[in-house]
């Protein structure tokens, strides 16, 4: 089994009854059956806490709101907190919700790696750990992960860069450059073996060409999903690299990172080469619409909030959760029960139907 790998095709439901009865600390002797029919494990209006990272793309934002208001009108009280100041505000503000009594604690971690010590008080204490779009890491004390499949997102990445390049010529070589996001986000590796697995043969065969020669993940990575460490190192590389040599495609893991990667090339006055993104950020599909970035991705956040608070409502109910991937995010512990949604690809081509149901960015895109 891949660590993180790619999800199972199989969309069934795992009978996971027990798992989670003893996930949210029932003491009776409830049946094992997945039915509703053992009664409620924990009180309707109890208090759910929400442990999100640092603002460092426009999904966390919308989570935020989406969370207070889906789990108010779900009759849950809502326990959402950010941590802006970083891992040991996160922390602390976990040990806090234990300390509330937080019947279910859904955490998407800004190291997934540091909160063994909070989570295992939180299993102590009887609530459901979900991870919530990033894994949690090292530890057995998560029950379930909700999030867009991550794979998928990088392999999506991959081939929208390959397509772009194709419409600038029909063929290679073609040089490129690559960039990951934060590596103490579990997601940051996930996403980049995806487009790996896409690009790499292409590398082999000499289609495409990292001419800065920074292949691997660790040379590629991007501290704290921070645009100005981007945007730095793509001046760094345009100044070093690229003074002769034409530089035709980018793969950004995600929007603020692309946009930063188009900044430094503007500034260095070249052309604009293929980049690729993620998270459908307004400005991002402006940029789209515009004929700059090429690529994004849209996960939607309404549905993965709106799946985490099924799966907080379905604990309540002492019902079995519904999960469809029970292989591919092993934790280093332990292989945690997902929920994994589909990405989808955006570019020019289907930008203007893409987002019909979305408030925001369906009037944009009109
Ligand atoms: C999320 C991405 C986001 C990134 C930076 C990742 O864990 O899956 O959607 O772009 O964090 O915030």
């Known amino acids: 089994m891949r660590m993180f790998g790619k999800a199972g095709k199989a969309a069934a439901v795992a009978a996971i009854a027990a798992l989670a009865l003893t996930a949210c600390g029932r003491t ?93 008080q939180a299993k102590d204490a009887g609530a459901t750990i979900i991870a919530y779009d990033r894994l949690l890491l090292n530890t057995a004390n998560v029950d379930y992960y909700v999030a867009y499949d991550n794979f998928k997102v990088g392999v999506l990445q991959g081939q929208a860069l390959l397509d772009g390049l194709k419409t600038k010529k029909a063929s290679g ?80 893991p995600n929007d603020t990172l692309a946009r930063a990667i188009l900044t430094s090339v503007k500034a260095a006055g070249k052309p604009l080469p293929i980049v690729t993104g993620q998270d459908s950020e307004v400005e991002s599909v402006k940029s789209i619409l515009a004929g700059e970035q090429y690529s994004t991705i849209n996960k939607d956040t309404r549905k993965l909030v709106e799946h985490a608070i099924t799966m907080a409502k379905d604990l309540q109910a002492g019902k079995q959760l519904e999960i469809n991937d029970t292989k591919s995010y092993n934790n280093g512990v332990k292989t945690v029960p997902a929920y994994l949604l589909p990405p989808v690809i955006v570019t020019k081509d289907n930008v203007k139907t893409a987002y019909v149901d979305d408030p925001v960015l369906g009037p944009l895109t009109k």
């Open 28 to 120: 009776d002797s409830g049946s094992t059956s997945g039915s509703s029919s053992g009664g409620e494990a924990f009180p309707k209006g109890s208090s759910i806490g929400v442990a999100l990272p640092q603002k460092t793309s426009e999904n966390w934002v919308l989570a935020e709101k989406l969370f207070n208001d889906g789990l108010t009108s779900a009759g849950f009280k809502p326990d959402v907190q950010f941590a802006n100041g970083g891992v040991s505000e996160q922390q602390n503000q976990i040990s806090a919700m234990v300390t509330k009594g937080d019947k279910v604690i859904i955490v998407g971690a800004i190291d997934g790696a540091q909160l063994g010590t909070q989570l295992k």
């Open 173 to 252: 070589p073609y040089n490129i450059e690559l960039f990951a996001g934060s590596p103490d986000d579990a997601n940051a590796k996930v996403f980049f073996d995806g487009a790996m697995s896409i690009l790499q043969p292409k590398i082999d065969d000499g289609t495409l060409k990292v001419v800065s020669g920074q292949k691997s993940f660790e040379q590629a990575v991007t501290q704290g999903w921070k645009a100005e460490n981007a945007q730095k190192r793509m001046d760094t590389l345009l100044a070093g690299t690229y003074t002769s040599a034409s530089l035709d495609g980018v793969l950004s």
